[in-house]
């Protein structure tokens, strides 16, 4: 069989709204990873057959099209924007994936870029003559009983299965650390002067306890900020990756599943369980899982519900000690993955969760 190849990936650095990059507009964040990539593997614009941006905040337009103009890629690249929340920048690479191994190109740039300081301001409008009301959260099921705010969905992901406050802390608190010391210069595109991720820190007990609560055991602490930033892969078939002397990682199998709109945070167990199926490993074949950070308590309920080692678990930091770009999270994880393979060979799972009960997840292999 025809195997998809990643043969590239970058990132931003992810910078909290408000900051660095608040005036950067999506494409702004887009172009330079895209342009990176290229330089990095030496292939020409002209070779990119295909874009796929994840984005779930703006205002529309295709903002990937104009991602891939402003990156300097010919005009036949149409570009194709995806909204899967969350999932989206993970579920990018599995389309490039599908795209390459169905010959429908050979070069697919595939990953997402979120702005929260720059989205637009969302009205709900009524045809009864009242006016126009902002909204914050979209709506993600169509029960109004069933659509819980993300908070509340991973309060009652806690208090469901028993996951405490201290153990959400003691999670946050680890990825901090991991962050602190991890590997990350391969992966960052230096862009308005940010070479690292903006916000790790050395967070403390102490901090989580001064922490505000959002509510129950959910706190400013063990919940990721809202932040600005983008990511991307370059997938190619094995014709392109035969040709080049550029180090690549095997796209082995993926999963997007829906689960439970009340609990959207379990929803990447029955993804990573999939995809382990259809790539026909077992957990004693993985080597590291990137698991995203939301939430202390999701990241945790999808560890412990897929029996993921810890150890195996975001050993660079996570979410928690970045903050999360919506669109971007996905592929973000897939870019930490990509190089944690190419430094220490072996097979790695990276999975998300969405708002509406959705998880997705894919599994890596260093050839």
Known sequence: MSTAWIIGACRTAVVPRGGAFAALEIHDLAAPVIQDLL??????????GEVILSNALGAGGNPARVAALAAGLPQTVGGLSIDRQCCGGLDAVMLAQAMVLSGQ??????????????????YRTFADGRGPEPYDQAQFTPWTDRDPDMTEAAEALARKLGISRQAQDDWAVAS??????????????????????????????????????????????????????????????????????????????????????????????????????????????????EIMEAFAVQAIACQQGAGLPRELVNPNGGALARGHPIGASGAILAVGLYHALLRQGGVGVAAIAAAGGLGSALILSAP
């Open 176 to 289: 901090h650390q991991a962050a602190v010391t991890g590997h990350h210069r391969d992966e960052i595109v230096p862009l308005e002067r940010q070479e690292r991720d903006a916000f790790t820190r050395n967070l403390t007990q102490r901090l989580c306890d001064r922490a505000r609560v959002v509510t129950g055991s959910i706190t400013a602490a063990n919940m990721a900020v809202a932040a600005d930033g983008a990511a991307f892969v370059l997938v190619v078939s094995d014709r392109i990756a035969s040709r080049l002397s550029t180090p690549k990682i095997r796209i082995e199998a993926g999963s997007s599943l829906g689960g439970s709109p009340e609990l959207p945070g379990i929803a990447p167990v029955a993804a990573i369980n999939a995809a382990m199926a259809r790539a026909n490993r077992t957990l004693g074949d993985l080597t590291q899982a």
């Open 105 to 122: 190109h050979d070069v697919v740039i595939a990953g997402g870029a979120e702005s929260y300081s720059r989205r637009p301001l969302r």
């Open 39 to 48: 330089a990095r593997t030496g292939l020409a614009p002209e070779d990119v």
